[in-house]
């Protein structure tokens, strides 16, 4: 039970900027928390639907749209928004695997790092201040879950692009079949339960922007980063929201 505590703490030490300094962080064993991965989505879209049912009788759905938006900015400490720069100027300026990895390691965000973060979070939020309010929550929800839980599939799929100093390094090439496996049962556990029948979209959408993206990172650069997991996170996001609007 201690171990299980442990991981679970890294997972959500790795994922969020939740406040436990409390907790000694060790990376070691970031590859066997990676199976619960799917338990942070958990969390933090059950903050997203508090907010919502906290707000939505008060406030227009564009407004607690936005609110959600930010809200699940600030506890990941923008990490997938970062993420999605930095791919984005990477795979948008780079000509070759050694710039594009340049890039990523780069601080300072370019043109199409900044038009990703606008069209992400502008996307994000109009898709869900449209989202019918009869499956918000469960929407929400799943696609929390299922955004980290494409981490492992990428990371038990590719290896790292770079040195296992990196994001990416810690957890690429390392993530066992059986975490893989406990982390899908996890996560599409959880979306049957909010979603039964109609779970099979938004199950669907996460399948193939995991195996595109995995396709296009293994092509481009010959594995993986922690920006990639980011990019990948913030389009499996989008694809969910969209299946919820989709009539």
Same mark, same amino acid.
């Given at each position: 039970?201690? +171990? ?90 780079? +000509? ?67 040195? +296992? ?83």
């Amino acid at each position: 039970m201690k +171990n299980i505590f442990q991981d679970i703490a890294a997972a959500f030490q790795f994922l969020t900027r939740l406040p436990l300094a409390w907790l000694p962080y060790h990376s070691d064993p970031l590859p066997r928390s990676a199976k619960y991965f799917p338990l942070v989505g958990l969390a933090i879209g059950a903050a997203d639907a508090g907010i919502y049912r906290l707000l939505s009788p008060h406030l227009p759905s564009l407004t607690v749209a936005l609110i959600i938006v930010i809200f699940s900015t600030l506890i990941t400490g923008g990490l997938h928004e970062d993420g999605l720069a930095d791919a984005a100027d990477a795979f948008g300026g780079g +000509n070759s695997r050694d710039r594009m990895l340049e890039i990523m390691k780069d601080s300072r965000i370019g043109s199409y790092g900044a038009l990703a973060i606008i069209f992400s979070v502008t996307g994000r939020t109009l898709l869900l201040a449209y989202l019918p309010s009869r499956i918000f929550i469960q929407t929400i929800i799943s696609a929390e879950v299922l955004s980290r839980w494409t981490i492992l599939p990428l990371s038990c799929a590719l290896p790292a692009a770079r040195t +296992n100093s990196s994001q990416g390094g810690r957890v690429a090439g390392k993530i066992s079949r059986l975490s893989l496996i406990i982390a899908t049962l996890i996560a599409f556990g959880i979306v049957s339960s909010l979603l039964h029948f109609s779970m099979w979209k938004p199950a669907v959408a996460v399948l193939m922007v995991t195996l595109l993206s995995g396709i296009y990172y293994k092509r481009r650069i010959g594995g993986i980063t922690g920006d990639c997991f980011g990019a990948t996170i913030q389009l499996t996001l989008i694809a969910i929201y969209l299946c919820g609007v989709w009539r």
